[in-house]
């Protein structure tokens, strides 16, 4: 078994055996709590049908409504933290960690990834690993939650526990924006990427509900750093209160804002297209504009 590379930093936002205990927690009733994941998935797999491509050897990572079926792959391989898959797969499985994933260095065509990888301590190694894991032009395709989510909630905490215990404590995960994803994928040698994200808003009667449906997810909070014992319950209902005053709508009801982040990017090969290196134009931006070209430094005449 190939030994993966990393980044070798020491990051431990998160932590992984509280991750699978939610995720675990969440395998006999996460049909009804998945509906973002569906549509992410539903996303993710119009986005291969525009790839003029089928590919040998998938793998997803992540059991949560992956891509098991689909007219563009074939031979899927399925991984996950749990002791078994979260949804239904077609294909074998396995029980492994991101952060340690256990491919041999050019072995896959696809990698698919469905809001998986935004609990993964070293996210820059982790994407090194996949690149690594790709066949010469093999594609990786993914969704991930963004900056964006939860910012009301996470406002609100913030404000609630500054009111009442004069500091916060971290309750919501450190979501990377699109810039950041784009730079990361870079950083792991990606060719080509591709970034761009949509923000999905669901409405609940109350705060309850939407923790109610976070932890049925498996998304409950994870972070090393987070309080260990159990709030206050009038902690909850300051928040539930401030919730409904700074954010309701007209109904009554409580928007929550989910980002998602897509990414695409291609393992390189001597094939795909390049940049042009820089003054390597036939013609000026000028010419295609039919104006002047004041070189740097010149003075335009009255």
Not at 42 to 66: H, M, Q, W, Y
Not at 68 to 73: N, S
Not at 156 to 162: G, L, M, S, V
């Amino acid at each position: 078994m190939a030994q993966p590379e990393t980044s070798n930093a020491d990051i431990t936002v998160f932590d992984r055996h509280r991750i699978k205990h939610n995720r675990e927690r969440a395998r006999a009733t996460f049909e009804q709590y998945d509906f973002l994941y569906e549509w992410s998935r539903k996303n993710l797999a119009d986005r291969l049908l525009d790839i003029n491509r089928t590919f040998e050897n998938t793998v997803n990572i992540g059991s949560r409504c992956p891509i098991t079926k689909h007219d563009k792959i074939e031979n899927v391989l399925t991984l996950d933290l749990c002791d078994a898959p979260l949804s239904d797969i077609n294909g074998h499985y396995v029980q492994a960690d991101e952060e340690f994933l256990p491919l041999k260095p050019q072995s896959c065509n696809l990698i698919i990834s469905n809001l998986n990888l935004h609990f993964v301590n070293d996210l820059p190694g982790a994407l090194l690993q996949i690149k690594n894991a790709l066949k010469r032009d093999g594609l990786f395709i993914a969704s991930i939650l963004g900056g964006e989510t939860l910012h009301e909630l996470r406002q609100t905490f913030t404000e609630t526990e500054i009111e009442m215990y004069q500091g916060i404590s971290p309750r919501i995960a450190p979501f990377a924006d699109k810039a950041q994803m784009g730079d990361l994928l870079q950083r792991a040698g990606f060719a080509l990427p591709v970034v761009d994200s949509d923000i999905i808003t669901v409405t609940y009667d109350h705060i309850f509900k939407l923790m109610h449906d976070l932890r049925g997810m498996g998304e409950n909070n994870a972070i090393s750093a987070r309080q260990k014992t159990p709030s206050q319950r009038q902690f909850f209902m300051n928040a539930a209160q401030r919730y409904q005053e700074n954010h309701a709508e007209s109904d009554g009801r409580i928007p929550a804002s989910f980002e998602v982040i897509f990414l695409l990017g291609w393992a390189p090969h001597e094939s795909q297209q390049k940049p042009l290196r820089p003054g390597s134009a036939e013609h000026s931006l000028a010419e295609a504009l039919n104006t002047t070209e004041i070189k740097t430094g010149e003075k335009t005449t009255p």
